[in-house]
């Protein structure tokens, strides 16, 4: 049976493990593998990572960290970053990462998904579409880092996706990154408007509840969290964790726990 997944998402630079705020300032807390090694233990439903400078730099995709990455995960990998054509999307699936993220070289040529879906199937491509909103409320689409402002409406360019052929949309918040606030809602419902793919949903996770919310409101989705399972309390100490089974469980399936409980 499909579930909700709560997904830990990773950010690299240089080969450091990084977390920002607004897509700013990116904060070094750690080894990337040492973080897997942990979430490998705590065993998470899924793992995204992105190297958040790769495309803003006009860099290939690292094969050899993705390589020493995949080695060590135990769980399905998504890895973001760099990613121009079909061939290195393929060689990354040969690593042993099961999906693979594309956004900026989408926003440039929609047909990439569709040469990346017929190399590595529909079910690995994974298109991001980062959002930031206007002073007045409106939505925009980014690129290269969230410095660059796309022409393209965001939600068009969702539904171009789907099109094209990948099979997952992650909608990630710009303006909640890092803010450990809450999810935009809003945002996620618009792109579930949208498009008829399962939609994972970043930036803003501070609580547990802010996840039981989304998964809530959404039904499947994917819960994608990333300063929330790497600090802990209003001082960031860095502390890798992850919910555990009774929770995930209350989380995921509210109504089968209380009926348990009530038991």
């Given amino acids: 049976m499909l579930r909700s997944r709560i997904i830990p998402c990773l950010l690299i630079d240089n080969r450091g493990l990084v977390k920002t705020v607004g897509f700013k300032d990116p904060k070094y807390v750690g080894d990337p593998l040492n973080a897997v090694r942990i979430f490998n233990e705590k065993e998470v439903d899924e793992l995204v990572v992105l190297d958040i400078r790769a495309s803003a730099e006009k860099r290939e995709p ?13 769980m399905p990998l998504c890895y973001g970053g760099g990613i121009t054509n079909a061939d ?25 998904v569709t040469r990346v ?42 539904l171009l996706a789907q099109q094209a052929g990948a099979g997952e949309i992650v909608v990630n918040s710009i303006d909640n990154d890092g803010t450990m606030a809450g999810y935009d809602l809003k945002l996620a419902q618009r792109m579930r408007e949208i498009v008829d793919l399962p939609i994972t949903v970043l930036g803003g996770a501070g609580k547990l509840t802010d996840i039981a919310s989304l998964v809530q409101r959404f039904g499947l989705v994917g819960a994608a969290c990333g300063s929330f399972f790497v600090f802990k309390g209003k001082y960031r100490a860095v502390l890798i964790s992850y919910p555990t089974a009774q929770q995930k469980e209350e989380i995921l399936n509210p109504v089968a726990s209380a009926t348990t409980a009530a038991a």
């Fill in 62 to 74: 690292d094969f050899k960290m993705i390589e020493n990455l995949a080695a060590e995960c135990r």
């Fill in 88 to 112: 290195q999307a393929k060689r990354i699936v040969s690593l042993g990462v099961e999906k693979v993220a594309i956004s900026s070289a989408v926003v440039r040529d929609s047909t990439l």
């Fill in 117 to 158: 879906a017929e190399a590595v199937g529909r079910q690995s491509v994974v298109v991001v579409v980062d959002v930031k909103r206007s002073m007045f409320g409106r939505y925009a689409l980014f690129t290269g880092n969230g410095k660059v402002k796309s022409k393209q409406d965001p939600f068009d360019f969702a």
